[in-house]
Every structure is written in C-alpha cells, then in structure tokens.
C-alpha cells in the first residue's frame, strides 16, 4: 500500500516521528477531556459559594465540596480546612494547594512544547540520512533505485516531522491558554470564598 510505503521508507527516523505523534495525540486527547470546564470547575461549586453567607455554618459546603470531587474542590477544602488560622497563613496554605492544582492541570503540556521542537529536527535527521545514502550511492555504483530511495526517506521524513510539530505547537499554545482561564476563575472564586469566611473575623 502506498501509505504504508511511504511511512517504511522514512527508516528509523520516520518510526521515532510516528512514536512522538501517537504520544502527542494522546496527550492531546486527555488533557483536552481533563480541561473541561464544568470537570475542573462544577458549576454546582460555584452556586454553593455564591449562596454562602457571611457568619453562617460552613458545613453545607463542605458537603458539598466533598460531594464534588475536582481542583476547584481541593482548593476550596484547603481554605476551609485552615479557617480558623490568621488570614495571611490560610492564604499560603491556599496558594501552595492551587499551585499544586496548577501543575496538575498542566502535565503533558510540557512534553507537546518539546515535541514541537523535537519532531523537525527528527524530520530534518531523517533528511540528512537520505542525503548522505544519495551521496554514497552516486559516488559509489550510482544505483537509480537506491536514490531514490533515500530522496524519498529524506522527503518523507521532512513532511511527517513538520506534520507532528505544527498540531503540537497549536495544541499546546490552546492548552495552555485553557489553563491559565481556569486558573483566573478558581482565582476569583476562592477569593469570593476568602472574603466572606474572613469579612466576620
């Protein structure tokens, strides 16, 4: 077949391409399904803290944070759980946690950054090893058929290696951008939560 051909002929090089794209695809596909927005932030957490009053129980929500269990959640949690502490050591509390979050949210995007910068160079590998065996070929026995082949390794690695690298680069760039909206809003809702909890002290 000639897709399958296409990809045998790129040699070691094209396989290294091939492993980097089924590993940039699935983290692609997970982190895209991780990022959702009602998965991090359930819209019932942010109901159940629009409805909290100042001075009034907090275990309605702590039911209802343990019911629902995401980053939004664990944040949130952090904050109630060092209530009783002095403003200034519940919020270090509260940033070390989000951080946590934060980082959590953004595995994988890493190795996408680094794909992007790894895929063209293996493409550019692959083109350099068919130039080297067209050389060798015409300075040797000058075989048209082994010329070919490595004008076509060289082609073809090329092309995959861009091809990997672009929907990474635009993955990564969207992935993070969700990030960093989601990090905004738990931002502005735990800083709602921390002004009533802290407005009666």
């Known amino acids: 077949m000639p897709i399958i051909d296409f990809f045998l002929r790129g040699?070691?090089?094209?396989?290294?391409?091939l492993l980097l794209s089924v590993i940039s695809l699935t983290i692609i596909f997970q982190r895209s399904w991780a990022?959702?927005?009602?998965?991090?932030?359930?819209?019932?957490l942010k109901l159940a803290v629009d409805q909290y009053q100042t001075a009034t129980s907090l275990e309605p929500l702590t039911q209802e944070l343990q019911a629902n269990d995401s980053p939004l959640s664990r944040i949130l949690q952090t904050l109630i759980h060092h209530s009783d502490w002095p403003r200034a050591e519940a919020l270090d509390a509260v940033e070390?946690?989000?951080?946590?979050?934060i980082s959590r949210?953004?595995?994988g995007l890493t190795f996408l950054e680094v794909g992007t910068g790894i895929a063209p160079l293996?493409?550019?590998l692959g083109t350099l090893s068919g130039l080297v065996d067209i050389f060798a070929n015409i300075g040797d026995k000058g075989?048209?058929?082994?010329?070919a082949l490595g004008i076509s390794q060289a082609?073809?690695?090329?092309?995959?290696?861009l091809a990997v690298a672009?929907?990474?680069?635009m993955a990564f760039h969207y992935l993070s951008r969700r990030v960093e909206m989601i990090a905004i809003e738990i931002e502005a809702v735990t800083a709602e939560l921390i002004t009533k909890i802290y407005l009666k002290k």
């Open 35 to 44: 990022l959702r927005l009602r998965q991090v932030i359930p819209s019932s």
């Open 96 to 101: 070390v946690r989000a951080r946590h979050e």
């Open 105 to 107: 949210l953004e595995s």
């Open 155 to 161: 082609l073809n690695s090329t092309i995959v290696g």
């Open 122 to 124: 293996l493409g550019l």
């Open 166 to 169: 672009v929907p990474s680069l």
């Open 11 to 17: 040699g070691f090089f094209m396989g290294a391409l």
């Open 143 to 147: 075989d048209t058929q082994l010329v």
